[in-house]
C-alpha cells in the first residue's frame, strides 16, 4: 500500500489503549476475572490474543464454550465494573490529545471512533473525559458483528463518515486493530501504550508514536499539508 501524495479526510481513533493509556487495568481485571471462575489465563494472552475484540468474542474462547446472551451480559458487566473501579482515578486522555484532535478538526478532519469497547466503558471515556464533541461518529462492539482483527468496524466508521476507506487513517494500539486498519484498506498508526513499537510495525502499522504529542514530521505534513 503506497503513501498517499495529499493529505487525508478522516482519522479513526480506537479508543481504549489509544485515547487513553488503560489496556494494563483492562488486563489486570481480564485476569482476575479469569481467576474467579477458577481459570488461569496469563496476561499476554489478553495483551496479544484479545486486545481489540468483543466481548462476545472473547468470553466464549476463555471458557471454552457458548455462552448464552443472558450470561454473557453478567459475566461482561462483572468484569468491565472491575476494570471501571481500576481505572477510575487514572482516568486522563493521552499525552497531546486534546491538541491533536483539536488541530485535527480544525484542518477540516471528520474524526470517529470505532472500538470493541461496550457502552458503558465508551460512555465512561468519553463524555468522562468530555470528548464527544470531537467525534461525528461512534463505532462500537454492538454495531459489528465481528471484532478486530476483521475490519468491520473500521469500514462501519468510514460508511458512518461518508469517506472513502483510503481515505481514512487509523489509530490503533493493538496488533488485530493494526491488522483490521490495513485489512480496510485504511493507513494505519500504531500506539505503543502496551505492545511494543517492532511488534505493532511487523502487523502493518505505516507509523508508530508513544503519544499524540511526537508525531513524526512526515506524518503531520500527510496530515495537515505543508507548513
Given at each position: 500500500m503506497s503513501l498517499p501524495s495529499r493529505p487525508l479526510s478522516a482519522a479513526i481513533f480506537d479508543m481504549d489503549g489509544t485515547l487513553v493509556d488503560n489496556m494494563r487495568f483492562h488486563v489486570q481485571a481480564?485476569?482476575?476475572?479469569?481467576?474467579?471462575?477458577?481459570?488461569?489465563?496469563?496476561?499476554?494472552r489478553f495483551e496479544r490474543e484479545f486486545n481489540g475484540r468483543r466481548n462476545a468474542e472473547i468470553i466464549p474462547a476463555l471458557l471454552g464454550r457458548p455462552v448464552s446472551a443472558e450470561e454473557l451480559v453478567q459475566l461482561e458487566e462483572r468484569k468491565e465494573s472491575h476494570y471501571r473501579e481500576l481505572y477510575a482515578p487514572h482516568l486522563r486522555l493521552l499525552r497531546g490529545g486534546h491538541e491533536f484532535l483539536t488541530?485535527?478538526?480544525?484542518?477540516g478532519l471528520k474524526l470517529a471512533v470505532?472500538?470493541?469497547?461496550?457502552?458503558?466503558?465508551?460512555a465512561f471515556v468519553l463524555d468522562g473525559l468530555a470528548l464527544r464533541?470531537?467525534?461525528?461518529q461512534v463505532v462500537g462492539a454492538e454495531d459489528v458483528k465481528r471484532g478486530k482483527p476483521a475490519p468491520d468496524a473500521f469500514l462501519a466508521a468510514a460508511k458512518a463518515?461518508?469517506?472513502?476507506?483510503?481515505?481514512?487513517?487509523?489509530?490503533?494500539d493493538a496488533v488485530n486493530g493494526i491488522l483490521a486498519?490495513?485489512?480496510?484498506?485504511?493507513?494505519?498508526?500504531g500506539v505503543t501504550t502496551l505492545i511494543p513499537a517492532e511488534v505493532l510495525r511487523e502487523a502493518g502499522a505505516h507509523w508508530v508514536i508513544p503519544d499524540f504529542a511526537?508525531?513524526?514530521?512526515?506524518f503531520e505534513q500527510l496530515l495537515f499539508g505543508a507548513p
Open positions: 481480564w485476569v482476575a476475572f479469569s481467576r474467579s471462575l477458577g481459570l488461569e489465563s496469563s496476561a499476554e488541530r485535527l478538526r480544525g484542518a470505532a472500538s470493541a469497547a461496550p457502552h458503558a466503558n465508551r464533541p470531537f467525534f461525528s463518515l461518508g469517506v472513502d476507506p483510503s481515505a481514512c487513517v487509523v489509530f490503533e486498519a490495513r485489512a480496510a484498506g485504511m493507513f494505519a498508526v511526537s508525531l513524526p514530521a512526515e
